[in-house]
């Protein structure tokens, strides 16, 4: 993976990034940062685990590459805390870029002092299990959304999307002209224009 280019999307928001996809692949609103000021971006290595069972996501830390971000489906089972401090710790030490999971976590606070970037379905406490049913780096749906192994993954306080890989060069392109026509807009919203006026809705629906 092409590090630049990484870090060219790691520079546009999330919001932006779904835009310049079309406003595809991007995940449940449910899924937030847990604590706002936190950020996410690089490829994805992905899990699948069973209901209440957090085994894998040990494994996957360890096994994944620096720079990776490990997103996790928990099979649509909500009430159990898969990950909390120390899995963050350990993920720190192997250079894990951040974790986004479609179920709870745990542990927030120590969490957000070590600054390791989690994105989650909320919190909760209750425990898990240590079956280790499940998949790693295997291709994984959440809320729709295929996410491939190596998929870059960014995500924000507005939330997360996904961006394959075989449209990160598009994605680039299209999110930087789309900041440079937002910015035209802000210049006309500055001088007193109106939105309607600068997107033409005042002619378009005789306003």
Same mark, same amino acid.
């Given at each position: 993976?092409?590090?630049?280019?990484?870090?060219?999307l790691?520079?546009?928001?999330?919001?932006?990034?779904?835009?310049?996809?079309? *406003?595809? *692949?991007?995940?449940?609103?449910? #899924?937030?940062? $847990?604590?706002?000021s936190?950020?996410?971006?690089?490829?994805?290595?992905t899990?699948?685990?069973?209901?209440?069972?957090?085994?894998?996501? =040990?494994?996957?830390?360890?096994?994944? *590459?620096p720079?990776?971000?490990?997103?996790? &489906?928990?099979?649509?089972?909500?009430?159990?805390?898969?990950?909390? %401090?120390?899995?963050?710790?350990?993920?720190?030490? =192997?250079? !894990?870029?951040?974790?986004v999971? &479609?179920?709870?976590?745990? &542990?927030? %606070?120590?969490?957000?002092?070590?600054?390791?970037?989690?994105?989650?379905?909320?919190?909760? #406490?209750?425990?898990?299990?240590? =079956?280790?049913?499940?998949?790693?780096?295997?291709?994984? $749906?959440?809320?729709?959304? !295929? $996410?491939?192994?190596?998929?870059?993954?960014?995500?924000?306080r507005?939330?997360?999307?996904i961006?394959?890989? &075989?449209? !990160?060069d598009?994605?680039?392109?299209?999110?930087?002209?789309?900041?440079?026509?937002?910015?035209?807009?802000?210049?006309?919203?500055?001088?007193?224009?109106?939105? !309607?006026? #600068?997107?033409?809705?005042?002619?378009?629906?005789?306003?």
């Amino acid at each position: 993976m092409n590090k630049n280019l990484i870090k060219q999307l790691s520079k546009f928001s999330s919001a932006t990034i779904c835009e310049a996809l079309g *406003n595809v *692949n991007y995940l449940p609103s449910g #899924i937030k940062p $847990i604590a706002e000021s936190m950020k996410v971006c690089g490829p994805a290595y992905t899990v699948q685990t069973m209901p209440r069972d957090n085994v894998l996501l =040990h494994r996957a830390y360890a096994y994944a *590459n620096p720079g990776d971000v490990l997103i996790a &489906d928990c099979s649509e089972f909500y009430e159990a805390g898969y990950w909390g %401090d120390l899995l963050s710790l350990g993920a720190m030490q =192997h250079g !894990i870029n951040g974790l986004v999971i &479609d179920g709870c976590v745990r &542990d927030a %606070d120590d969490i957000e002092k070590m600054g390791f970037p989690v994105f989650a379905r909320g919190l909760c #406490i209750r425990g898990t299990s240590n =079956h280790g049913d499940g998949s790693l780096n295997e291709p994984i $749906i959440i809320g729709g959304v !295929i $996410i491939n192994p190596g998929d870059i993954v960014v995500g924000d306080r507005d939330g997360v999307v996904i961006v394959p890989l &075989d449209k !990160i060069d598009e994605t680039i392109e299209k999110a930087i002209a789309r900041e440079a026509k937002e910015e035209l807009t802000r210049a006309e919203l500055r001088k007193g224009k109106p939105s !309607i006026e #600068i997107y033409g809705w005042k002619e378009k629906f005789g306003w």
